[in-house]
Structures are given as C-alpha cells and as structure tokens.
C-alpha cells in the first residue's frame, strides 16, 4: 500500500504557483520523499527528492516540514504542459535498489 | 540508447494468446523495474531485477506472467494465455543501483486482449 495521502485533484491559473501537499506521517528516518508526474500516455517523470533539507531544482522546488510527515511541491510558474498526474512517494535509498510504490496522485490542471 | 525503449508500442492479441513485451533499458542501469497501468488506475508494480537476478517478484498478478532479464540489460515480460483483464499498459522504468536520481521510465506497451 502507498505510503501517502494527496488530494486527487487540483486547479491552478496558467503562471501562478501550484502547491501540491503530500502527508506522509508514517516516514522511516531512512526513507526519502520523492516526487514523479505523468502527463496524459506518456510514462511518470521524475520531478524531484528529498530527505530532510528543502530542495530545488529546474522543475520545482520541494518543501519538507521538519518533522517530515508531511511535504509539498511547489511549481513556481505554472504553464499549460504541467498538467498531469503528480505522485508523492516515500522510499528507502539503499545499494538494493526497491521499488516505488505509487498510490493515486493528484491530478493538476493548469487552466489558461 | 539515450532513454528506456519498450516494444511493440502498441499490441492487440485475441485472448488465450502468449505476447512478449520488451524493455530495453539505460546502458549501465543495472536495476530494471517492470509497472502496469490500467486504464484510469495507478501504477501497480510487477517484478524488479537486479542484473539478471528478480530480488522482487511480489506483483506478479499471477503465475501466467513471467520475466527475464538476460546479460543484465534487455528485459522480455510474457504473458501466457492472455486474458482481457490483462489490457493494460506495461511500463519499464531502470535506475542506477544507490542512485539519488530515481528511476527513468519508457513510453510503455499498450496491450489490448481481445
């Protein structure tokens, strides 16, 4: 079973923020929050990581509170092409490898 | 090759076929993860390979569905005496072993059982 609990839809204005929340309250000090989306027929993208530390990158940034139960994605500039399936999932980094488990994800519509 | 390729793109067998789907994954990705997606569902996960070994094999629906992995790079997931609740898209996805950087996925197969 998925490790996390997101709302299955959001709306967002074409160029404003879109902030997607992610509870995962039930996280292992060793697991990692990662996030993936998939655009309509195409295969899930890898979006961005974290462990403990705020995170940014050329998609997005992630937002980790300090207890870690909980996160939140953060597209800063919304554009049409990001609407798609957004996933938030928890999991172990290990030299094993391990699964991602995916649950439902939110569905993020960027409108014009 | 620079991404994950799957083939066939697309596939339409009629029920109580075999089908083989293929993966070919990142050159150097040594982990190799097989998904399915049906329609309007999440992804469900099916068997995980490292190298040619199958730590994983936890999702597979049932014991008509199997996998390889040969050489430690192509993947071939078969489907014995395919049914239609077998429609789904079959995606592959490999990363680098103790890689921060997730997985990369192919475009996947779609299979349609009639």
């Known amino acids: 079973d998925a490790k996390t609990t997101q709302p299955p839809s959001m709306d967002c204005a074409e160029g404003r923020a879109a902030n997607l929340p992610c509870n995962h309250s039930t996280i292992s000090g060793n697991e990692y929050v990662y996030w993936y989306r998939q655009i309509h027929s195409q295969g899930p993208q890898y979006i961005i990581h974290g462990l403990k530390n705020n995170e940014t990158n050329e998609m997005a940034s992630l937002i980790i509170t300090e207890d870690r139960k909980s996160s939140t994605l953060i597209l800063p500039h919304a554009t049409l092409r990001d609407t798609a399936v957004y996933y938030c999932i928890v999991r172990v980094v290990s030299n094993q490898g391990g699964k991602l488990i995916f649950g439902q994800g939110t569905e993020l519509s960027v409108k014009p | 090759g620079a991404g994950v390729s799957q083939s066939p793109s697309n596939k339409v067998t009629e029920k109580g076929k075999d089908v083989e789907l293929r993966c070919d994954p990142i050159?150097?990705?040594?982990?190799l993860y097989w998904y399915r997606q049906s329609l309007g569902q999440g992804l469900e996960f099916l068997i995980y390979?490292?190298?040619?070994?199958?730590?994983?094999k936890s999702g597979l629906p049932s014991d008509r569905f199997s996998a390889e992995r040969t050489g430690g790079s192509v993947s071939t997931l078969t489907i014995q005496r395919t049914q239609q609740e077998d429609s789904a898209v079959y995606l592959c996805?490999?990363?680098?072993?103790?890689?921060?950087?997730?997985?990369?996925f192919g475009s996947g197969t779609r299979l349609t059982v009639v």
């Open positions: 050159s150097g990705h040594t982990a």
């Open positions: 996805a490999s990363s680098i072993i103790d890689s921060n950087y997730g997985y990369t």
């Open positions: 390979f490292q190298g040619n070994s199958a730590p994983d």
